[in-house]
């Protein structure tokens, strides 16, 4: 059974820092494509981040570029997602995504298990 499990949500002041992670289980992460997406209270889930199993060039929304990286660690099972320089606007419930795509994508059509999500609240 594929789980993904979520940590590091958490309320953080407008301009901080915070780190969310995703671990993997039950399923081969070194093949599996990472996703992170982001739902607003009263808005549709949206795209954050994507890294490719077959890794290249991760895909990143042009609403957190500069802002948010994506990383995996292979050898943990996990994917990171830090978020810097964060705004009101970052509040969220952040999800992660594990997919067979090839390669990073923002579509969530090329993801298949998801993680129950984690909360992060930017305060100004």
């Known amino acids: 059974q594929v789980q993904l499990v979520e940590s590091g949500g958490g309320l953080v002041q407008a301009g901080g820092s915070l780190r969310v992670s995703c671990v993997l289980s039950?399923?081969?992460?070194?093949?599996?494509?990472m996703g992170w997406f982001r739902q607003a209270p009263g808005k549709e889930r949206e795209f954050v981040a994507s890294?490719?199993?077959?890794?290249?060039?991760?895909v990143i929304a042009n609403s957190v570029k500069g802002r948010f990286t994506i990383s995996r660690d292979n050898a943990k099972n996990t994917v990171y997602l830090q978020m810097n320089s964060l705004t009101p606007e970052d509040t969220a419930v952040y999800y992660c995504?594990?997919?067979?795509?090839?390669?990073?994508?923002?579509?969530?059509?090329?993801?298949?298990?998801w993680g129950p999500g984690t909360q992060v609240t930017v305060s100004s």
């Open positions: 039950g399923r081969t992460f070194s093949l599996s494509t």
């Open positions: 890294s490719g199993r077959y890794g290249g060039a991760p």
């Open positions: 995504a594990a997919g067979t795509s090839p390669l990073a994508t923002a579509q969530t059509t090329g993801y298949n298990w």
